[in-house]
């Protein structure tokens, strides 16, 4: 029954997809680079008026079109604007400037799965059904929405 109407939002979601506004990253303070790869960066930035802190993922334009990335592009930009789970990151804005696509992420401190696992060295068993379930809820809502993720790794947790 849950997972009926995590469908239907994420549906009605779907359906409403709008253009991303051309405003880049006018309204946020950017204070620094969090992390970077071959198809731009993600900045740490601050929306001035609420003063919330993002992860904005910029993604160079040039690039996804020079790899024929265009259309998975759109379908990440489209299904991530349409999530809406506690254990998924979700998009909570989009934005386009000249040269960049920008994905507002929520900034959430504490680092990749895969670094504090390699700082702990080994998870008790608590700690390993802890994740594990929040990891499998994560799937079980995709699956649910028809949708297959490709890229789970500690790295991506």
């Known amino acids: 029954m849950v997972?009926?109407?995590?469908?239907?939002?994420?549906?009605?979601?779907?359906?409403?997809?709008?253009?991303?506004?051309?405003?880049?990253?006018?309204?946020?303070?950017?204070?620094?680079?969090?992390?970077?790869?071959?198809?731009?960066?993600?900045?740490?930035?601050?929306?001035?008026?609420?003063?919330?802190?993002?992860?904005?993922?910029?993604?160079?334009?040039?690039?996804?079109?020079?790899?024929?990335?265009?259309?998975?592009i759109f379908n990440e930009k489209r299904v991530l604007m349409s999530i809406d789970f506690p254990y998924v990151v979700m998009m909570d804005f989009c934005r386009k400037d000249y040269d960049n696509l920008i994905f507002g992420l929520p900034f959430i401190n504490g680092g990749e799965l895969f670094t504090y696992h390699r700082k702990v060295r080994k998870f008790s068993e608590k700690q390993a059904r802890f994740y594990g379930a929040q990891v499998l809820l994560g799937l079980e809502y995709l699956h649910n929405l028809q949708l297959l993720y490709r890229d789970l790794k500690p790295e991506n947790i």
């Not at 979601?13 to 970077?36: C, H, N, R, V, Y």
């Open 3 to 72: 997972l009926v109407m995590f469908r239907e939002s994420f549906l009605k979601k779907w359906e409403a997809m709008k253009p991303s506004p051309d405003t880049g990253l006018q309204g946020f303070d950017e204070l620094a680079t969090i992390g970077s790869g071959s198809f731009g960066r993600v900045k740490l930035v601050r929306e001035k008026n609420s003063g919330n802190y993002y992860a904005a993922k910029l993604v160079l334009k040039e690039m996804v079109v020079k790899t024929k990335q265009v259309p998975h």
